[in-house]
């Protein structure tokens, strides 16, 4: 029987204002516990909608749209993932300096 209970955790991030919502997402990390295979993920694989606005601050979320969630258990057979099983990152903007 799949586990349905592993969660898989997006780390934070943070990016410099420069007026877009534009990130990098090769700085999101995804890590799940002992078993959980993570596939490389690129910038296509992660839901960047929780970036609301380009202004300073933080808890902008970052989570794993469909095409990740599919990668994620394409890679863990043993694992039942769906988007309950991710734990969003947030992204802080910071002032540019």
Known sequence: TPDTT??????????????????????????GPEGVTVPTLTTDDFDLSGI?????GSNYAVTLNQAGI????????????TSSNVAAGNLTITPDT
């Open 70 to 81: 599919e990668a994620l258990q394409g890679a863990n057979k043993n694992y039942t993932i």
């Open 6 to 31: 592993a969660t898989v955790q997006i780390s934070n991030g943070t990016k410099v204002y420069d007026g877009t919502t534009n990130v990098d997402t090769a700085q999101f990390k995804v890590t």
């Open 52 to 56: 609301t606005s380009a202004n300073v």
